[in-house]
């Protein structure tokens, strides 16, 4: 299987408020599982950054800087616009929309 690519960039995400009714949210740094819409058991890894709070209420939304490890593969649907399901396993919590990207670079076999 080819490497992946680390990706760097600006993201808006927002939180469920029906899907996440009882919780406190997310904190700064949180680790989701990150999925392309139309596959259900294909993820990508991810960590958020906010950048005005420490904890993300349901409900809410914000603007985040977004880490990410994504396949090689689907390196161009990251484009300004284009958006994801944020999930806990197979458990959507929010949504996440691209605002820039920052950087992606290819990963090689020594990365992984």
């Known amino acids: 299987m080819e490497p992946g690519s680390t990706m760097s960039a600006t993201i808006k ?5 029906t899907r996440m009714a009882g919780r406190p949210g997310y904190k700064n740094g949180v680790r989701p599982n990150h999925r ?7 993820v990508f890894m991810g960590a958020l950054y906010f950048k005005d709070r420490e904890i993300l209420k349901p409900g809410e939304s914000c603007v985040a800087e977004g880490k990410f490890i994504i396949y090689s593969k689907d390196e161009s649907l990251f484009v ?3 958006c994801w399901e ?9 949504t996440a929309e691209l605002v820039e ?12």
């Open 101 to 112: 990207v920052e950087k992606i670079q290819k990963m090689d076999r020594t990365d992984a």
């Open 36 to 42: 392309i819409p139309g596959r259900r058991n294909e």
């Open 13 to 17: 995400v927002t939180l469920d408020a």
């Open 80 to 82: 300004p616009g284009f």
């Open 86 to 94: 944020i999930c806990e396993a197979s458990r959507l919590t929010g």
